[in-house]
């Protein structure tokens, strides 16, 4: 996590992102239309939305997944530097959840879906906040 005092000093984009995990301890990550890195899925609230209410609606919007609110785990606020938008920060608060049986298929802005370890993380551009906290070892 970043200091509050670098928090402040720098320009920031409020997020809300999912940690997704599968069944050989591989991270599910996206790559938007138009970018190359790959981050979590997610994105940034709605006027009046809760973080995990952001989270859920993205994740229906972005990948077809239906997962209820209330199943949704907050493991915290994490900041790094933004994939596509340099000088600024990404604050994220993050969720872990579980897609059961669910596939996740690409969907509005989402130009690919792939399931990444920290092996596979080398050969590819991986967002920051992704590749500093949430990849498995």
């Known amino acids: 996590m970043t200091s509050p005092d670098a ?3 720098t320009a920031s984009i409020r997020v809300s992102a999912a940690v997704i995990v599968d069944d ?8 938007k239309a138009g970018t190359a890195a790959f981050m979590q899925p997610g994105g940034k609230p709605e006027a009046g939305e809760q973080p995990d209410e952001t989270l859920v609606r993205e994740l229906a919007e972005e990948l077809g997944l239906v997962i209820p609110v ?16 340099p000088g600024f920060l990404v604050v994220a ?21 792939r399931w990444v370890s920290r092996a596979d993380a080398a050969a590819l551009e991986v967002a920051p906040l992704a590749l500093e906290y949430f990849l498995p070892a």
Not at 24 to 31: E, F, I, N
Not at 70 to 75: D, R, T, Y
Request: a negative charge; glycine letters at 6%.
């Open 93 to 113: 608060d993050v969720f872990r959840v579980d897609i059961g049986e669910q596939t996740p298929a690409a969907a509005a802005e989402i130009a690919e879906v």
């Open 7 to 9: 928090a402040s000093t």
């Open 70 to 85: 209330a199943s949704v785990e907050a493991m915290g606020e994490f900041t790094a530097s933004a994939a596509n938008e």
């Open 24 to 31: 050989a301890g591989r991270l599910l990550l996206v790559r």
